[in-house]
Structure formats: C-alpha cells, structure tokens
C-alpha cells in the first residue's frame, strides 16, 4: 500500500538549534512531496514541496527539505530553530491517483 | 493558488441529526477531497470528489454516513450524517489547482457533537 511514515511522534529541540524531521515514503515510482504546518487550532500552511528536479528543496520560514531516492526520504530541516516553529509538522505525498496522503505527524516543542 | 472558503468553521450539534459542510473555491478545479482530523491526530482522506461523477471513498466510509455533492468545478459538499460523539472532528477540503499541481485546504470545520 502506498504511505508515508513519519518515524517520531514527538521532538523536543533547544531555541537556536538545528532541526531535522523524517519522512519515509513506500512505493515503487517516486510521489511528489509535501511538507506541512499546523499551529494549534490552525489551519494546514504549505512549507515546500518537491516534483522534480532539484533534490533540496528551499521552503518558507527558512525550512529546508532534501529528497533521497535511494532512502526513499524527504527529511525536513531548519538549521537554527526559532520559538514560534512549535507546531505539529506534516508529510505528505501524491502519487498517480493524485490523492494526498499524509503521515501521523510529528509535533515539535521548543525549549527556551 | 486556488482559495477554499469553508462553512461554518464550527459547529456543536446534537447526536443524531446531520451538518452539511461547503467548500467555494475561487476557480475551477478538477479534483477536491476531503479529509477528517480526529483530536490529537493526523488528516484521513475520506473522498475524493470529482465533478459529474460519483465521489469515491475510502476504506471505512460509506456513502450514507459521509454523502458528497460536487454539482460543478467550484463548489462541494459534505454531509456527516446521523451524527455520534465520535464524529467529532475537524473537516477539511482541499483542491487540487489544475494548472501547478498545487494543493490548497480549506480552513476545516471543527465539529463537536453532544
């Protein structure tokens, strides 16, 4: 079955440091990729996507992601952290039939 | 990119009865879909909508608990029928932009049924 994993369900980073999310995807032919913030009792805001091309993907917010083909990945990261980038971070992929599936999520906390 | 206003943005509704949720998209799209967010989770696509046909669901939704309009290439409708607490959820609809392979979500319903 085609679906993407997001391996941590919970990261706690210090304001200032770097940050890395997982995303994993299963499936043959390689999806485009999503990547996604959600604030608390907010809406889905778009951080970057990927279709082709370059593999490292420069999004808003200073965020970051880089596909690997051959981890089947697409890894989230901001090299210096701010306070308001606690949130819930979601990835998400399309494949042929065009519907969007996302991971479980990963809610981030940042400490002071 | 496409914009999705989606009505009401919240409801608190009695067990049993139904609540109609609508997504207008400022420009014509091919495909919409609509997802549920239970408390504390990710996003679950329920259907996808196409204009002219009928919506096709996922597995664990049915047609008569989750009936979907799509009368044109702008406008869709859910409908959460006989409702329980554990519908409780947040809705959303999304579009896909026919022209940059974008994908734009509605702001989501926030439903709390009593």
């Known amino acids: 079955a085609q679906s993407v994993t997001q391996p941590d369900i919970h990261i706690t980073v210090s304001e200032g440091a770097s940050l890395e999310l997982r995303c994993n995807y299963s499936?043959?032919?390689?999806?485009?990729l999503f990547w996604y913030v959600q604030s608390p009792g907010q809406g889905l805001q778009l951080l970057l996507k990927?279709?082709?091309?370059?593999?490292l993907v420069q999004g808003i917010k200073g965020f970051e992601a880089e596909f690997k083909r051959s981890q089947s990945s697409f890894n989230l990261r901001k090299p210096s952290v701010h306070w308001s980038d606690a949130a819930e971070y979601f990835c998400?992929?399309?494949?042929?039939?065009?519907?969007?599936?996302f991971g479980a999520g990963t809610r981030l906390t940042v400490k002071p | 990119s496409a914009v999705i206003s989606q009505k009401p943005s919240r409801d608190i509704c009695q067990r049993g009865t139904s609540l109609t949720i609508q997504c207008q998209v400022d420009?014509?799209?091919?495909?919409m879909f609509w997802y549920r967010q239970q408390p504390g989770q990710s996003l679950t696509l329920i259907a996808t909508?196409?204009?002219?046909?009928?919506?096709?669901?996922e597995s664990g939704f049915v047609i008569d608990k989750f009936p979907i309009s799509r009368p044109n290439l702008t406008f869709s409708t859910l409908t959460v029928s006989n409702m329980s607490p554990e519908d409780s959820s947040i809705y959303l609809c999304?579009?896909?932009?026919?022209?940059?392979?974008?994908?734009?979500f509605g702001s989501g319903t926030r439903l709390t049924v009593v």
């Open positions: 999304s579009a896909q932009d026919r022209y940059n392979y974008g994908y734009t």
């Open positions: 499936y043959g032919a390689t999806p485009y």
């Open positions: 990927y279709f082709s091309g370059d593999t």
């Open positions: 998400a992929v399309v494949y042929n039939n065009n519907d969007m599936r």
């Open positions: 420009s014509q799209v091919t495909m």
């Open positions: 909508a196409n204009q002219g046909s009928e919506a096709t669901y």
